[in-house]
């Protein structure tokens, strides 16, 4: 069984001072707590220095099951789909030597990124800060302004996730002219932009195997493929992040709305969720009927100590092997 604890569960386990207790439920044989890294980043992300060092201590130690960044998972699902739709894109000889020093950062038990970060969480902290450069704020910005349109347009409620259709703001080759899904939409432009940024995560990752700067991202092809051709079921982590944004947009936006539309897509590889969010299990729950996968269980918390002694009761519960 596996349990993915949102950010704010890691801070209540620090707080109560209940570090040894969660660690001694990791080590059971039936269980796997999750540690996502889109969670760590939002750790190095603090200001409050000595707390950032202690929660980046917690959440890298090897008794938790340390996932792949969410950049990495999606960019899998984009190259497998495009391994099964446009066999043409893939680059005939690709550049294995560099996606395989780039996973194995993240997979290596000893060194790489999560070694990196306990034993220098300042400089992983600095390297995060000038990665992310201004894009949370644009992100937050994003989200704030997707909001405010919600409300212009008066829509009060959120519509039903299989009945929202949306189209590209001009005709475009490629696009057979008819209202699609608008996690296409979204998707289209989001990944079009990443891929096209240098230094970009998805670049990064999809690069080594296919070329993206000989004219495929503004080709016919390449809007087929995503507003008519791609499988939701085969994307679900890009319809998850849709999914999560277009709920945001019918609630109060915070400055965790970003960090939790990364932590979202983490989702799809879980079985249990624990959080004391309840907006967060609020859109799970609304993304559920309508996933193209199944999505895991949600459990909400209480804050504090008593979050604490509710997420190691559900932690030592027994679970089927």
């Not at 704010?8 to 207790?21: E, S």
């Not at 190259?79 to 005939?92: C, G």
């Not at 949306?166 to 079009?192: F, K, Q, Y």
């Not at 895991?296 to 679970?319: D, I, K, Y």
Request: with cysteine.
């Amino acid at each position: 069984m596996r349990f993915l604890l949102d950010s704010n569960i890691w801070r209540y386990v620090l707080d109560a001072g209940a570090q040894g207790a969660l660690l001694r439920v990791a080590n059971s044989s039936s269980i796997n707590i999750q540690v996502a890294p889109a969670v760590v980043y939002e750790a190095l992300r603090l200001r409050d220095v000595p707390l950032r060092d202690r929660l980046i201590s917690l959440m890298t130690n090897h008794r938790f099951e340390r996932l792949m960044p969410e950049a990495y998972s999606e960019s899998m699902e984009i190259l497998a789909e495009v391994r099964r739709l446009r066999p043409e894109w893939l680059r005939p000889s690709p550049d294995q030597r560099f996606f395989a020093r780039s996973r194995n950062d993240w997979s290596r038990k000893m060194g790489g990124f999560w070694v990196r970060c306990a034993r220098s969480p300042e400089t992983e902290a600095l390297r995060v800060q000038m990665a992310e450069g201004s894009l949370l704020k644009q992100a937050a910005e994003q989200i704030k302004d997707a909001r405010k349109e919600m409300m212009d347009v008066g829509w009060k409620a959120n519509p039903s996730m299989d009945k929202t259709l949306a189209s590209p703001l001009r005709p475009v080759a490629g696009w057979n002219g008819e209202m699609v899904e608008a996690w296409r939409i979204e998707s289209w432009n989001g990944v079009t932009y990443a891929l096209s940024r240098p230094g970009h995560p998805y670049r990064d990752w999809i690069s080594p195997f296919v070329e993206l700067d000989d004219g495929l991202l503004h080709s016919p092809a390449w809007v087929e493929f995503w507003l008519h051709l791609a499988s939701a079921e085969a994307l679900g982590r890009q319809w998850m992040r849709w999914a999560h944004s277009f709920a945001q947009r019918f609630r109060k936006v915070t400055d965790g709305s970003g960090a939790d539309n990364q932590l979202f897509t983490y989702l799809l590889e879980t079985d249990v969720v624990i959080s004391a969010d309840k907006a967060f299990l609020a859109i799970l729950d609304e993304c559920r009927p309508y996933a193209p996968r199944s999505l895991p269980v949600g459990r909400l918390v209480p804050a504090g100590t008593p979050g604490v002694e509710a997420v190691l009761s559900l932690l030592q519960t027994p679970h089927p092997r």
